[in-house]
């Protein structure tokens, strides 16, 4: 009898299925290895799986003639920390459509060097638009206090990126960067995942 093949939802869902109650207990047993530790390895593979299409996500394509006003989203990511990296960024129209997506392999970096190119990938696309106001969301709440004059820039490895961004402020008649939960974010975090593994 031949053997079904599994979906790739069916193996999406058993790959989550083992990594919560029981199923972890028993998987951190069997190979001696921390349970944190399973988990990650785990959710690695998931970002390996196609992103599902959502029937809220914005629309496919939206155009950037006579765009002034836009929403960016930014997000970086580094497996190591510093790891290999990635960042990607997302601009949408004030209505959510999708203008622009970008995303950017970096080789070796930490996370915080991640967010601030990921930062400036999408601000210079969107002055290549020729964008006049801009409002930015990013997961990195250290990056966009730093931005904000809430925290001071003490790492000497992100002065030179901060200084650039700080740069291209200006060039905006109206500027706002804020903070989102990651989850709020997930456009960006794939793109980002997508550049580190080469998509």
Do not use: W
Request: charged letters at 30%; aromatic letters at 4%.
């Amino acid at each position: 009898m031949p053997v079904k093949k599994p979906t790739e939802k069916e193996l999406k869902d058993f790959l989550n299925s083992l990594t919560q109650g029981s199923a972890l207990d028993a998987l951190s047993d069997k190979l001696k290895s921390s349970k944190p530790k399973i988990k990650k390895i785990i959710e690695e593979l998931l970002l390996k799986f196609p992103e599902e299409e959502k029937k809220d996500k914005p629309r496919a394509k939206a155009t950037a003639k006579g765009l002034k006003e836009a929403v960016l989203y930014v997000d970086g990511a580094s497996r190591g920390n510093p790891g290999v990296a990635g960042c990607g960024a997302v601009i949408m129209d004030k209505d959510g459509n999708i203008v622009r997506e970008l995303r950017r392999k970096l080789g070796k970096a930490t996370n915080n060097v991640a967010e601030y190119s990921a930062l400036l990938l999408g601000v210079e696309a969107a002055i290549s638009l020729g964008i006049a106001s801009i409002r930015i969301f990013a997961d990195s709440e250290l990056m966009v206090k730093q931005i904000n004059g809430q925290y001071k820039v003490k790492n000497e490895g992100l002065r030179p990126l901060f200084i650039k961004a700080m740069g291209h402020k200006k060039k905006f008649g109206s500027f706002t960067i804020a903070h989102v939960k990651r989850d709020k974010n997930e456009i960006a975090d794939r793109l980002a995942n997508e550049a580190i593994d080469g998509l």
